[in-house]
T-cell receptor, first 112, second 113 residues
């Protein structure tokens, strides 16, 4: 299976704390993306990092990419209760056309 | 102004029936997808279409037949539904090319009884 893996599977923190999620994948990639899924809803794109980039920021989000280790991390700083959701990494394998392969997801619970 | 809309949101049907899920995007994207999310939240691509042409078919049973009447629509028809087809099906779209983000619909929760 090409599916990537994320850890932890679940993460429970208090508001104001930082949350870090990790993603590992198996193939060479064009880019890696992170998505958020609120319960019972569709996925929302958070950030895209290209294979030649090592770090990217967007608001309270920081993403790193290590292509030599085939891994990425998502850091959410100063978390809020509204950040409670499942977070998925998705890789776009180097196949010549866009095809997202999703990780197993991390369920984040942020308590007030 | 929903960007990617799917109907219906919920679908409960008996084994053996045939059902369709409709998807429309108003983003002007050339590429559309169907993804399946199982009960463990694993998301897997099923099909990808670019300008009405099938690009990806991820070894999905031929009971599943996507149809793209135009580049803004990608419908999914499922024949002879089985219990194992129960899942949430997501439609998505993106601009053509690499390094583009995907926009997802709200999902259709299919329950086969």
């Amino acid at each position: 299976s090409q599916q990537g893996e994320e850890d932890p599977q679940a993460l429970s923190i208090q508001e104001g704390e930082n949350a870090t999620m990790n993603c590992s994948y198996k193939t060479s990639i064009n880019n890696l993306q992170w998505y958020r899924q609120n319960s019972g809803r569709g996925l929302v794109h958070l950030i895209l990092i290209r294979s030649n980039e090592r770090e990217k920021h967007s608001g309270r989000l920081r993403v790193t990419l290590d292509t030599s280790k085939k891994s990425s991390s998502l850091l959410i700083t100063a978390s809020r209760a509204a950040d409670t959701a499942s977070y998925f990494c998705a890789t776009d394998p180097n196949t010549g056309f866009q095809k997202l392969v999703f990780g197993t997801g991390t369920r984040l619970l942020v308590s007030p | 102004d929903t960007a990617v809309s799917q109907t219906p949101k919920y679908l409960v049907t008996q084994m053996g029936n045939d059902k369709s899920i409709k998807c429309e995007q108003n983003l002007g994207h050339d590429t559309m997808y169907w993804y399946k999310q199982d009960s463990k939240k694993f998301l897997k691509i099923m099909f990808s279409y670019n300008n009405k042409e099938l690009i990806i078919n991820e070894t999905v049973p031929n009971r599943f037949s996507p149809k793209s009447p135009d580049k803004a629509h990608l419908n999914l028809h499922i024949n002879s539904l089985e219990l194992g087809d129960s899942a949430v099906y997501f439609c998505a779209s993106s601009r053509q090319g690499l390094n583009t983000e995907a926009f997802f619909g709200q999902g259709t929760r299919l329950t086969v009884v």
